[in-house]
């Protein structure tokens, strides 16, 4: 009788203990094709295969490598299947890409947590979930889906806005938000008048930073009727606007500039809300 042939088990999961073993030992990056081995079978990156040429030998056991590494097919192909787990898989994200694409994976999940601003609040989750929890939970008015520019009633405290776009200054390109650029624009009253900050929340602010700067024009108009000296009050300013995910809290507004509308620009000064133009945009560094 013929043996009998061997069967494939089909597995959806594999528990891998050291995840190292998908790593370059020179490196220590996460292997990905080309991989090159010693005629002993140690696997190396191709960055460092290339500077290793010039040795002769192999790192690791010291096997002559005059003929030069060569491909290792078999670590190619594990690697390939090889996929992992989103770290913000508890924030929503169902992604699994390949180990050594993880990295940059991470660098633009859209289900990277941000944090709550309420004071003693722990609420850790996406910029959708957040914009949820702070509208459900907190009751913070959001404004949603707007154009730039727009003009806002902003309330006392925290008020939040989601861009659909944003638009590069210079250039006239448009970019989809998809949701991740949420704004938070903090009025405090002093007792000039009120004070308003911007912030945007971003889960990859670091990154974002690198590249690009967030710039806010805000405007007040008003006319003052009542008063003789003054027909009319016109205030403006154009902001360089804090990127955060707010993992360390609310930065400090001491060090930086913040719109303020004088009491004597205000019809009202008790009134509860001010209707201000915001203007969003982005710069390329």
């Known amino acids: 009788m013929p043996p009998p042939k061997h069967q494939h088990l089909k597995m959806k999961t594999m528990m891998v ?18 991989i090159f081995q010693c005629n002993e079978g140690h696997a190396l990156c191709s960055s460092c295969s290339d500077k290793l040429a010039t040795t002769g030998k192999c790192h690791v ?13 078999a670590m190619e192909h594990l690697v390939e299947t090889a996929h992992v787990e989103c770290l913000n898989a508890a924030h929503g994200c169902d992604a699994k890409p390949v180990y050594y694409d ?31 929890h702070v509208s ?21 405290g ?5 861009l659909d776009r944003l638009v590069v200054n210079g250039s006239g390109t448009v970019i989809s938000t998809t949701g991740h650029f949420l704004f938070l624009l903090n009025v ?21 930073r690198s590249s690009k700067a967030v710039k806010c024009v805000l405007t007040y108009s008003q006319s003052v009727p009542e008063c003789k000296l003054l027909v009319r009050h016109h205030l403006q300013s154009d902001l360089c606007v804090d990127c955060t ?19 004597s620009a205000l019809g009202d000064k008790d009134e509860e809300a001010i209707n201000v133009t915001v203007d969003i945009s982005i710069c390329n560094i």
């Open 188 to 208: 405090a009253r002093q007792p000039l008048g009120r004070a308003i900050s911007v912030f945007c929340i971003h889960p990859h602010h670091k990154k974002w």
């Open 102 to 132: 993880l990295a940059s994976h991470r660098q633009v999940c859209p289900h990277a947590p941000c944090h709550c601003p309420g004071k003693g609040c722990s609420f850790v989750g996406s910029t959708k979930k957040l914009l949820d």
């Open 17 to 34: 203990e050291d995840t190292g073993a998908f790593d370059c030992d020179i490196c220590c990056h996460p292997l990905k094709p080309p």
């Open 245 to 263: 995910d707010l993992s360390n809290g609310l930065p400090h507004t001491e060090k930086r500039f913040m719109f303020v509308v004088p009491n």
């Open 136 to 156: 459900r939970l907190h009751g913070w008015p959001c404004t949603i889906k707007i154009m730039m520019p727009h003009e806002v009633c902003l309330g006392d």
């Open 158 to 162: 925290f008020n939040f806005l989601v």
């Open 61 to 73: 056991c010291g096997t002559s490598t005059r003929g030069g590494y060569r491909r290792c097919r």
